[in-house]
T-cell receptor, first 115, second 111 residues
Framework: DAGVTQSPTHLIKTRGQQVTLRCSPK?????VSWYQQALGQGPQFIFQ???????QRGNFPDRFSGHQFPNYSSELNVNALLLGDSALYLC??????????????FGEGSRLTVL | GQSLEQPSEVTAVEGAIVQINCTYQ??????LSWYQQHDGGAPTFLSY????GLEETGRFSSFLSRSDSYGYLLLQELQMKDSASYFC????????????FGTGTRLLVSP
């Protein structure tokens, strides 16, 4: 049973460029959340997708956008990259019916470096 | 908003017991979760406390006191592989799906 998979694992971009990160949720999971984790910090919620719609959003600018596909996989897009966008981007999947315990299954993340 | 505070670093030796504390401030509360993250790895779910008291899962236990807005993670019989960062997290009351994480505690286990 494959867990959450993310691609690419590492990437380097320059300021002003755009990036797309991809995530396949754990088998059977229908909800995908994206988190940004700066070095030495806890993950910060970007947004969550369920039934192909953005259900909730954290305090991130519109440069951050996403999408969920019918097979529940998801993409995170960041436009007009800034140096401060350098971070580990984590995808987490869960079951809609198991939101109470807060049990999320995370991928190992995509490490983005903006130069 | 919500905020969670944890010690930045804790050190211990193999075989010892260590407690990682978490204090939180939130306008609504839906339970406290704990996650473990090894360097370069994915955060993994350890435990959840929705009610006051102690939850035990093998060598790990987690405690919650809602009246004190406080919880802790207790790790017993420490092993080298327990060296990792540990995060407490609460669910944001404005939206059921959003987890707010603490700043994290780096645990260093030495021989």
């Amino acid at each position: 049973d494959a867990g959450v998979t993310q691609s690419p694992t590492h990437l380097i971009k320059t300021r002003g460029q755009q990036v797309t990160l991809r995530c396949s949720p754990k088998s059977g999971h229908d909800t995908v959340s994206w988190y940004q984790q700066a070095l030495g910090q806890g993950p910060q919620f970007i947004f969550q997708y369920y039934e192909e719609e953005e259900r909730q959003r954290g305090n991130f600018p519109d440069r951050f956008s996403g999408h969920q596909f019918p097979n529940y996989s998801s993409e995170l897009n960041v436009n007009a990259l800034l140096l401060g966008d350098s971070a580990l981007y984590l995808c987490a999947s869960s079951l809609e019916t198991n939101q109470i315990t807060g049990e999320l299954f995370f991928g190992e993340g995509s490490r983005l470096t903006v130069l | 908003g919500q905020s969670l505070e944890q010690p930045s670093e804790v050190t211990a030796v193999e075989g010892a017991i260590v407690q990682i504390n978490c204090t939180y401030q939130t306008s609504g509360f839906y339970g406290l979760s704990w996650y473990q993250q090894h360097d370069g790895g994915a955060p993994t779910f350890l435990s959840y406390n929705g009610l006051d008291g102690l939850e035990e899962t093998g060598r790990f236990s987690s405690f919650l006191s809602r009246s004190d807005s406080y919880g802790y993670l207790l790790l017993q019989e420490l092993q080298m592989k327990d060296s990792a960062s540990y995060f407490c997290a609460v669910r944001d009351p404005t939206g059921f799906q959003k987890l707010v994480f603490g700043t994290g505690t780096r645990l260093l286990v030495s021989p």
